[in-house]
């Protein structure tokens, strides 16, 4: 019921251009921190710049939506702070590596999607002693991208064991 009022509440502060306000009500915890008012925040951007990073800041705070961070992250091709943020929250290992080479491929930033691909190479070496993507994990289209762009000479070698 609480979540409803809340959203009454920023409704009327977007509708009358009280932004200064809602910045303060959200930044001084008037308004409790939830998964839909971050939602509704992030509805709000195109109104209020500011919103996108305040519904970030929420999300952060309530340390059970980092799927959801990275998916905001991802969707405005925000790469490098989605890798730092996976890193800060201890993540690495388990995100999918075709999620961040997807949002790479489509910023037509190849030195982008090199640091991407580099930084998940690196992170199969470290968890299975080989720099190659496994089946499962459906990078292939990715693999074929990265070498029509840097030849197969740039992946990573095989470690001999």
Same mark, same amino acid.
């Given at each position: 019921m609480q979540h409803y009022l809340y959203e009454l509440i920023i409704n009327i502060l977007v509708h009358n251009n009280?932004?200064?306000q809602l910045h303060q009500f959200l930044q001084y915890h008037v308004l409790t921190d939830s998964k839909p008012l971050a939602c509704l925040m992030l509805s709000l951007e195109s109104v209020y710049? /500011? #919103?996108?990073?305040?519904?970030?800041d929420m999300l952060k705070r309530l340390s059970t939506a980092n799927e959801e961070i990275i998916e905001v992250l991802?969707?405005?091709?925000?790469?490098? /702070? #989605?890798?730092r943020f996976i890193r800060s929250v201890g993540i690495v290992d388990t995100v999918s590596a075709r999620k961040f080479l997807e949002a790479a491929m489509a910023t037509d930033d190849s030195m982008l999607f090199y640091t991407v691909f580099k930084f998940f190479?690196?992170?199969?070496l470290r968890l299975r002693a080989n720099p190659r993507f496994q089946s499962g994990e459906h990078c292939e289209m990715y693999v074929k991208h990265f070498e029509s762009l840097y030849g197969t000479d740039a992946l990573c070698p095989i470690p001999a064991t």
């Open positions: 009280c932004f200064y710049t /500011p #919103a996108h990073q305040l519904a970030l991802l969707s405005k091709l925000q790469l490098l /702070p #989605a890798l190479e690196q992170r199969n």
